[in-house]
Each structure stands twice: as structure tokens, then as C-alpha cells.
């Protein structure tokens, strides 16, 4: 069964750092692109970032470039967003999702990240 | 960024009726090289992530009831629920996976009515 478990989320201070991580079982980790949803209360999901299976692709969006750093680590199956530079904006509850060629059919339950001072 | 708009916002439909979801993107979805439309639909509930109920525009997910549709081509998509039960209540999302980044439609909050 595949399953993805996000961790790492919690209330921080604007301009603080967070490093989210999401765990993987269930399936061959390295065989994967994974990406990063966050989804804002009440608002609908928003893509932030993407890595291909041996970190050597790394993608974001605008608002989260030169913040958010996306990793993995294939042998611990482990996925990782390294959150700095954080605002009020960046309140969210945080997903990993796993692509395929069906675009995210499995998602984690999310971590939720509140910014506020 | 291709721009995904969902309407309505909101939908009430009663038990057993169809209720109807339509998606546009801002520029086409559809890749030539498979004739294959890259854009999936996803049902939300409270406090859960998204569900893949749909997947290139019209393949439906493993173990999502037949009652769940999806339709169209190029820019213009649509979800058919064909026959409204209580379990479908929640707030349902087109997303284009054609181009990073991937981008989602605002959502359509379905009710009973």
C-alpha cells in the first residue's frame, strides 16, 4: 500500500525556517517525481515545487523561489522542503503527492504550517 | 501559467439528480504526440486531501463509481456526476498537468439540495 507522511509543520514567526519532510513507503521512492501542494484555508490547492527521481531537477513556483528548497533522499525514501524566509502567506497545510503519467493519485494527509507573529 | 476556471462556484443539485462541473483552461491541455489531454479532476473533503477521480480528461480512477464522468477536449472540460448521492458532497477541482507549473481551477463546492 502506498502511503506518504508528512511531518515537520508547526506555528513559526515570520522570517523563520521550517524543513518539512514526507516519508514514503509502499513503493519504489526513486522511481518518482515528487512534488509539493500547499493549500491555504479555505482556498483552493496551489503546486510549489517538484523534483525528479535523483534531485537533479528541481522546480518552483515564483512566490517560493529563493526560499523553498525541494530534496530527497532515495535511501531513506524521505522527500524534504526546506522553508525559509517564511510570511504570513505561506499558511498553508502542506501536501506531498507522488506524479504519474495520471498526475497525483496519491497524496499525503499534509502538515500545516502557520505563519504569525 | 495556464489558468484553469471552474464554473459555477457553487452547485446544489438533489438526491439523484446529475449534477454537471465544467473547466476551462486558458490554452490547450492536449499533447499530439498521444492525443492525450492532461487534465485531471479531483473531489475534496473536510480536513482530507484531494481524491483523483478523473485522469486525462476522461479515464476514470481505480474504485471511483461509474456515476463520476469526465468529458471534453483542448480547453473545454467537464465532470458529470450522473446520479447526486449524499457521499458526494464536497468541493470539486479541475488541474491541468500539460505544463509546470501545475495549476488548479478555484474549486466548485457541490451541495444537496
Known amino acids: 500500500e502506498v502511503q506518504l507522511v508528512e511531518s515537520g509543520g508547526g506555528l513559526v514567526q515570520p522570517g523563520g525556517s521550517l524543513r518539512l519532510s514526507c516519508a514514503a513507503s509502499g513503493f519504489i521512492f526513486s522511481n518518482y517525481w515528487m512534488h509539493w501542494v500547499r493549500q491555504a484555508p479555505g482556498k483552493g490547492p496551489v503546486w510549489i515545487s517538484r523534483i525528479d527521481h535523483d534531485g537533479s531537477v528541481r522546480n518552483y513556483t515564483d512566490s517560493v523561489k529563493g526560499r523553498f528548497t525541494i530534496s530527497r533522499d532515495n535511501a531513506k525514501n524521505t522527500l524534504f522542503l526546506q522553508m525559509n524566509s517564511l510570511r504570513v502567506e505561506d499558511t498553508a497545510v502542506y501536501y506531498c503527492?507522488?506524479?504519474?503519467?495520471?498526475?497525483?493519485?496519491?497524496w499525503g494527509q499534509g502538515t500545516l504550517v502557520t505563519v504569525s507573529s | 501559467d495556464i489558468v484553469m476556471t471552474q464554473s459555477p462556484d457553487s452547485l446544489a443539485v438533489s438526491l439523484g439528480e446529475r449534477a454537471t462541473i465544467n473547466c476551462k483552461s486558458s490554452?490547450?491541455?492536449?499533447?499530439?504526440?498521444?492525443?492525450?489531454?492532461?487534465l485531471a479532476w479531483y473531489q475534496q473533503k473536510p480536513g482530507q486531501p484531494p481524491k483523483l477521480l478523473i485522469y486525462w480528461a476522461s479515464t476514470r480512477e481505480s474504485g471511483v463509481p461509474d456515476r463520476f464522468s469526465g468529458s471534453g477536449s483542448g480547453t473545454d472540460f467537464t465532470l458529470t456526476i450522473s446520479s447526486l448521492q449524499a457521499e458526494d458532497v464536497a468541493v470539486y477541482y479541475c488541474q491541468q498537468y500539460y505544463r509546470t507549473p501545475r495549476t488548479f481551477g478555484q474549486g466548485t463546492k457541490l451541495v444537496i439540495k
Open positions: 503527492a507522488r506524479e504519474s503519467d495520471r498526475s497525483y493519485e496519491f
Open positions: 490554452q490547450s491541455v492536449l499533447y499530439s504526440t498521444n492525443n492525450k489531454n492532461y
